[in-house]
T-cell receptor, first 108, second 115 residues
Framework: DAKTTQPTSMDCAEGRAANLPCNHS???????VYWYRQIHSQGPQYIIH???NNETNEMASLIITEDRKSSTLILPHATLRDTAVYYC?????????FGGGTRVLVKP | EAQVTQNPRYLITVTGKKLTVTCSQN?????MSWYRQDPGLGLRQIYY???????DKGDVPEGYKVSRKEKRNFPLILESPSPNQTSLYFC??????????????FGNGTRLTVT
């Protein structure tokens, strides 16, 4: 699976959109981009995934660049409960490797 | 309610005393997996199973055993626990064995301390 690179941490304001970047420059054509988040020490929670096209669900939007070398997770209206570690993962096989993620702090 | 259930949530044990952490899912998922999470090392996969009687090693399998005799259960066995296995453990499941297009559902974790 391709390695992903994310900022270590970022802050965002409550009520504003949070844009979380992820680089995956070595991603292969059959690798999906997944986003999970982990609130404190709870089990990671699935957010969204995509292959080529942009995706949107009730939690977030995923924007994948045309060359698929990077993506952005968008939380449209961040709330305090969105404070968590967000993981971007490239997945092709049956093994998922979680990196360090981005620690997101939503501030009032 | 669809969920992955791990037991126990907290466990303190001594070196060498065999233990089992249970994991059960009620979603008829094909794929199940165990992870451990340690500060600074993130989530690392221990074992995974693509279906009944099919298991395979993840990135850190040493010191662990698993079995998948039934679709819903995937216990993690530590035959002779050591202090370096002190960690936070997560079980996860996915509908499809081809997990690349099938999200993982995680349990709430088991915090294990080996003294």
């Amino acid at each position: 699976d391709a390695k992903t690179t994310q900022p270590t941490s970022m802050d965002c304001a409550e009520g504003r959109a949070a844009n979380l970047p992820c680089n995956h420059s070595t991603i292969s054509g059959n690798e999906y981009v997944y986003w999970y988040r982990q609130i404190h020490s709870q089990g990671p929670q699935y957010i969204i995934h995509g292959l080529k096209n942009n995706e949107t669900n009730e939690m977030a939007s995923l924007i994948i660049t045309e060359d698929r070398k990077s993506s952005t997770l968008i939380l449209p209206h961040a709330t305090l409960r969105d404070t968590a570690v967000y993981y971007c993962i490239a997945v092709a096989g049956n093994k998922l490797t979680f990196g360090g993620g981005t620690r997101v702090l939503v501030k009032p | 309610e669809a969920q992955v259930t791990q037991n126990p949530r907290y466990l303190i044990t001594v070196t060498g005393k065999k233990l089992t952490v249970t994991c059960s899912q009620n979603m008829n998922h094909e794929y199940m997996s165990w992870y451990r999470q340690d500060p600074g090392l993130g989530l690392r996969q221990i074992y995974y199973s693509m279906n009944v009687e099919v298991t395979d090693k993840g990135d850190v399998p040493e010191g662990y055993k698993v079995s998948r005799k039934e679709k819903r259960n995937f216990p993690l066995i530590l035959e002779s626990p050591s202090p370096n296995q002190t960690s936070l453990y997560f079980c996860a499941s996915s509908l499809l064995a081809g997990v690349y297009n099938s999200p993982l559902h995680f349990g709430n974790g088991t915090r294990l301390t080996v003294t």
